[in-house]
C-alpha cells in the first residue's frame, strides 16, 4: 500500500491493496444482526464487537399513589391522581377569589387579594360588648362607641369625636297638664283638658276636629210669630244643650201685649231639625197655669204652641209660657 509520500505508479492496483488494508483494520465492523448494538472490545483502536443491547438495570416501574400505572416491560405510562382534602395528588391553580371549590389551589395573586379583603375588613376586636356601635371618626376610620345607659337614645353630636352620643330622648310632646289630650292638626298638637263633666265631641271647624262640650246650656234668641196677625209687644228667651245631633231646646215667653196676633205660637230652633215629628211639654206658668201642647211638625223647623185642646189659645195678655222639647239635628 502506497505511502502518502510514495509516487503512485500503479492506480488499480494501489487501490486494491488499500482496500485490503481497510477491510483488515475495519473488520469488527462488519456483521452483527438486527437490534445489536456495536461496543468495545479492548483499549486497542478498532477493536468492536457486536453485542445486543443491554437494558441497564431498571427491572420495572411500581408506583404508589398519587402516582399509578407502571409495567415491568415495554412502553410505560404514568397518570397521577387528583388531589382532594384527604389525599395527595395533583391540583389545578385558580386565581378565584370566589371558588368554592376543594381541588383547586389559589395563586399568590388571589392569595394577596384575599389578604388584602381581609385587611380592610372591621376586626371583630373592635367591639368588646353587647350593645357597641361601630361608627367612624374620619373617612375609613372605624371606630367603637360603647352601649349607653337604659332608655337612653343616639343622637347626633358634632363636638364629639364620632359624631354620635347617648343622650336621654328629648321630649316632642305638646301635653303640658294633666288630662291634656295629644291630638293633630297640622303638625302634633295638645288639645288641653276640659271642664268638670264636659265631653270630647268631633268638631271639623275646631283646629285639631275636636273640642270639648262642656254640657252647659247655650243661650239663642228665638223668633216669636202667630199663625195670623202680629204681635205687639212680648219677650222670648231661649237656651238649649246640644249632645252629638240630640238638642235639647227650652223657651220661656211673655205676652205683653198680644195685638192682631192669633192662633198657634211659633218659636224657632237654634238647629235645623231632621224631618220628623216631635213632641214636647209645655204650659202657661202666669194666669191660669194650663197645659200646652209643644210639638214640632215634620214640614216645619219651628216650635208649635197652643193650648192643650188645640182650640184655647195662648195669646192673652200676661200670659207666660215655658216649653221644652227634644228633636234631631239634621
Do not use: H
Not at 14 to 23: L, N
Not at 65 to 83: E, F, H, K, R, Y
Not at 158 to 180: F, I, N, Q, V
Not at 200 to 206: C, K, R, T
Amino acid at each position: 500500500m502506497p505511502t502518502a509520500t510514495d509516487l503512485v505508479t500503479d492506480l488499480p492496483a494501489d487501490f486494491e491493496v488499500f482496500g485490503q488494508a481497510v477491510a483488515t483494520s475495519m473488520g469488527d465492523l462488519l456483521g452483527g444482526t438486527t437490534g445489536q448494538i456495536l461496543s468495545k472490545a479492548t483499549n486497542t483502536d478498532m477493536d468492536f464487537t457486536w453485542v445486543s443491547a443491554n437494558p441497564g438495570d431498571i427491572t420495572a416501574v411500581n408506583t404508589t399513589a398519587p402516582l399509578q400505572g407502571g409495567a415491568t416491560s415495554g412502553a410505560v405510562t404514568l397518570s397521577i391522581d387528583t388531589a382532594t382534602t384527604s389525599a395527595v395528588g395533583a391540583v389545578q391553580l385558580t386565581n378565584s377569589t370566589s371558588s368554592t371549590s376543594t381541588t383547586t389551589a389559589a395563586v399568590p395573586a388571589n392569595v394577596k387579594t384575599a389578604y388584602d379583603l381581609a385587611a380592610a375588613a372591621i376586626p371583630n376586636s373592635l367591639v368588646d360588648a353587647k350593645g357597641d356601635v361601630v361608627t367612624a371618626t374620619a373617612d375609613n376610620t372605624p371606630a367603637r362607641i360603647a352601649i349607653g345607659a337604659n332608655d337612653t337614645v343616639l343622637t347626633a353630636d358634632s363636638t364629639t369625636l364620632t359624631g354620635l352620643k347617648w343622650a336621654a330622648p328629648a321630649s316632642s310632646s305638646p301635653l303640658t297638664t294633666k288630662g291634656d289630650l295629644y291630638t293633630y292638626s297640622t303638625t302634633n298638637a295638645r288639645l288641653a283638658v276640659g271642664a268638670d263633666y264636659g265631653f270630647l265631641q268631633a268638631d271639623a271647624a275646631a283646629a285639631t276636629g275636636n273640642k270639648w262640650n262642656s254640657g252647659a246650656w247655650t243661650t239663642y234668641t228665638p223668633t216669636l210669630t202667630s199663625s195670623s196677625g202680629t204681635a205687639t209687644t212680648t219677650s222670648v228667651t231661649g237656651r238649649y244643650i246640644r249632645i252629638g245631633k240630640m238638642c235639647v231646646v227650652e223657651n220661656d215667653i211673655y205676652i205683653t201685649n198680644k195685638g192682631t196676633a192669633a192662633g198657634n205660637m211659633m218659636v224657632t230652633l237654634p238647629f235645623t231639625a231632621r224631618a220628623n215629628a216631635y213632641v214636647g211639654s209645655a204650659m202657661e206658668n202666669s194666669v191660669i197655669g194650663v197645659v200646652c201642647r209643644c210639638y214640632v211638625a215634620p214640614s216645619e223647623n219651628k216650635i208649635n204652641l197652643c193650648q192643650y185642646d188645640g182650640v184655647g189659645l195662648l195669646w192673652v195678655n200676661g200670659y207666660g209660657i215655658y216649653s221644652t222639647i227634644a228633636f234631631e239635628v239634621a
